[in-house]
């Protein structure tokens, strides 16, 4: 079975992007299917901007709630999506992040931490979930959950790693763990995240978007503990303010980068 990536969001019936077997990129989300308007709105110097879609399978608006309505459709009948990013040269959609989740450095540079905690999963692959913090700071950092094993009944994570977890500390960093408490605290998996993330950095369109510091947390992002949602989003907010003692550590004054 052969897998392509798409876009698309609930208002939009679905699928808004496809991909053919003739036309495909692993690297992007798609192209928009005929009939319908892809549009990238107040786009920045990098051409990066809100994805806009119009077309007859946008919804006609929310039950009962005419001002969402118009605050997602504008009177041009594009739905605003809310994410961020691009067309390329191929005609491919590129995503980059989520317009309400730009950061803001203190220099004033605008930084999107979604492509950012994507590639660092890609080097690290006990990681189960990142979440990069700096808004009004002069360097960025990050909170960083490992993968456990979930209760399938209630959704709470437990600290028992899972078997990719274990694994991949086993051949990256050469060490023995089970749990999140032993991972947290051991020095060797500390030197394996330092290198995933220094490689992660590389990939960084900017230094400003560099993750300079990390802090472990022992118990996962779940729904149950109030940092995803039912979809598995991450509440940026939310785990902010649930987690801030730890994010004040690393932007304290004194403390070394």
């Known amino acids: 079975m052969i897998l392509f990536n798409l876009y698309g969001m609930s208002e939009t019936t679905g699928g808004f992007t496809i991909q053919t077997f003739s036309k495909f990129s692993f690297e992007a989300a798609?192209?928009?299917?005929d009939g319908t308007d892809l549009m990238i709105a107040n786009p920045d110097e990098n051409q990066e901007g809100e994805i806009c879609m119009r077309g007859r399978n946008i919804?006609?608006?929310y039950l009962k709630n005419e001002d969402a309505t118009r605050g997602t459709i504008d009177s041009q009948g594009y739905c605003h999506s809310g994410d961020r990013g691009k067309i390329d040269s191929e005609g491919f959609l590129r995503i980059t992040g989520r317009i309400k989740e730009l950061i803001i450095s203190a220099g004033g540079e605008n930084i999107?931490?979604?492509?950012?905690?994507?590639?660092?999963?890609?080097?690290?692959?006990?990681c189960s979930n990142i979440m990069m913090v700096g808004e009004g700071q002069r360097f960025m950092s990050a909170l960083i959950t490992f993968k456990v094993d979930i209760d399938p009944k209630t959704?709470?994570?437990?600290?028992?790693?899972t078997n990719e977890a274990k694994a991949d500390f086993k051949k990256m960093a050469d060490v023995d763990v089970s749990?999140?408490?032993?991972?947290?605290?051991?020095?060797?998996i500390s030197e394996y995240i330092k290198r995933a993330m220094e490689a992660t950095n590389k990939k960084s369109v900017s230094r400003a978007a560099?993750?300079?510091?990390?802090?472990?947390?022992?118990?996962?992002?779940?729904?149950?503990?109030?940092e995803l949602t039912p979809t598995l989003k991450l509440k940026?907010?939310?785990t902010a303010k649930k987690f801030q003692q730890y994010?004040?550590?690393?932007?304290?004054p004194e403390a070394k980068l």
């Open 247 to 252: 994010i004040d550590e690393m932007f304290a």
């Open 179 to 188: 749990t999140t408490d032993e991972a947290c605290s051991n020095p060797k």
């Open 210 to 226: 560099h993750i300079r510091k990390f802090k472990f947390l022992v118990d996962d992002f779940s729904v149950p503990g109030g």
């Open 30 to 33: 798609g192209f928009a299917m």
């Open 59 to 61: 919804m006609m608006g």
């Open 155 to 161: 959704g709470v994570p437990s600290r028992n790693l």
């Open 236 to 238: 940026r907010n939310v």
């Open 112 to 126: 999107a931490p979604v492509i950012v905690e994507d590639n660092f999963k890609l080097e690290c692959v006990a």
